[in-house]
């Protein structure tokens, strides 16, 4: 009788061993899919845009188009991942009342370079050129050079005198200032 028991005992302590034994071991590792880095896809190109506007400037009135491409003559920019940009060509022409062009030009990135830093000739883009205001003898456009696909750009302030000149400068006003300022100006 006491073999049996001691036999029923060997034979529980071995199913409780069996049963500790049979269960997952767990692990302290994660195992996670393995993150893939974009690949660079063809050169992508920003769409066509137009603007066509009637203005009075100077006691007359001037119409304005304003037409962005993108334009494979010009370098191509990358940005990290290699993935290329085609650069834009922004063409401006102001025409007097009966149709005759008062002022013309095809605006690429080098008419902005001394108003960019390295990282921005290297890899920005000409993004856009659009009417701001005619003020006294001057029409005024607010112009951009991007980092392609972000928020990241350089503001640019083009103006055009009466006399057919361009002058360029950095704007370095943001425009929640600028409203602020005229408010002061006004006296509100």
Same mark, same amino acid.
């Given at each position: 009788?006491?073999?049996? @028991?001691?036999? *029923?005992?060997?034979?529980? /302590? ?6 500790? /034994? ?24 920003? !769409? ?18 304003? &037409? @962005? !491409? ?13 993935? !290329?940009?085609?650069? &834009? /060509? ?16 095809? *605006? ?22 659009? *009417? ?26 083009? @103006? ?9 400068? @950095? ?5 929640? &200032? ?11």
């Amino acid at each position: 009788m006491k073999t049996n @028991r001691c036999y *029923f005992f060997l034979m529980v /302590c071995l199913a409780l061993a069996m049963m500790a /034994c049979g269960g997952k071991k767990k692990s302290d590792n994660i195992i996670t899919e393995r993150a893939e880095i974009p690949k660079p896809q063809e050169p992508v190109r920003l !769409q066509p845009y137009s603007d066509s506007r009637d203005v009075n400037w100077i006691g007359r009135s001037y119409h304005l188009d304003i &037409n @962005r !491409q993108p334009s494979d003559s010009l370098p191509m920019v990358k940005d990290e991942i290699g993935q !290329q940009f085609v650069d &834009n /060509c922004i063409t401006l022409v102001v025409s007097r009342q009966d149709g005759s062009k008062f002022y013309s030009h095809k *605006f690429t990135k080098k008419d902005f370079d001394k108003y960019l830093d390295d990282d921005y000739r290297k890899t920005g883009i000409l993004e856009g050129l659009v *009417f701001d205001k005619a003020e006294g003898d001057w029409l005024e456009f607010a112009a951009s050079v991007s980092h392609p696909q972000t928020d990241e750009y350089i503001p640019l302030i083009v @103006r055009l005198s009466r006399m057919g000149e361009i002058s360029i400068k @950095r704007d370095s006003q943001m425009d929640t &200032n600028a409203i602020e300022e005229e408010k002061e100006e006004e006296g509100v």
